[in-house]
């Protein structure tokens, strides 16, 4: 039963924050990274920021220095705290499960929360 399990996501006005949460669940133990990823209409869906179980972490360009992603490897339990946040940020985001391969390389295996909806207006 592997599930992962997105919340925190909503209506916000440009500037403000909001935090999302993942809870996962049955995840192989192998499988210790951890992913947000969002997609908006029209356009590929992006790796937003990742973080292994040891720390090490990835950011997208455009949310470095505003977003931040943690964890808490006991709760089994992933975040992303989003600041300052933009219209551009409006999109679905996704809880991900997959691998560094590296220092700084995410691979997402193929397990995804159901997403939660951002909208971020101006």
Same mark, same amino acid.
């Given at each position: 039963?592997?599930?992962?399990?997105?919340?925190?996501?909503?209506?916000?006005?440009?500037?403000?924050?909001?935090?999302?949460?993942?809870?996962?669940?049955?995840? &192989?133990?192998?499988?210790?990274?951890?992913?947000?990823?969002?997609?908006?209409?029209?356009?590929?869906?992006?790796?937003?920021?990742?973080?292994?179980?040891?720390?090490?972490?990835?950011?997208?360009?455009?949310?470095?220095?505003?977003?931040?992603?943690?964890?808490?490897?006991?709760?089994?339990?992933?975040?992303?705290?989003?600041?300052?946040?933009?219209?551009?940020?409006?999109?679905?985001?996704?809880?991900?499960?997959?691998?560094?391969?590296?220092?700084?390389?995410?691979? &997402?295996?193929?397990?995804?929360?159901?997403?939660?909806?951002?909208?971020?207006?101006?």
């Amino acid at each position: 039963q592997v599930q992962l399990v997105e919340s925190g996501g909503g209506l916000v006005q440009a500037g403000e924050s909001l935090r999302l949460s993942c809870a996962a669940s049955g995840i &192989p133990f192998r499988i210790g990274g951890r992913g947000w990823y969002r997609q908006a209409p029209g356009k590929q869906r992006e790796l937003v920021a990742a973080m292994g179980r040891d720390g090490r972490t990835k950011y997208a360009d455009s949310v470095r220095g505003r977003f931040t992603i943690s964890r808490d490897n006991a709760k089994n339990t992933v975040s992303l705290q989003m600041n300052s946040l933009k219209s551009e940020d409006t999109a679905v985001y996704y809880c991900n499960a997959g691998r560094f391969l590296g220092s700084d390389s995410y691979y &997402p295996e193929d397990y995804w929360g159901q997403g939660t909806q951002v909208t971020v207006s101006s």
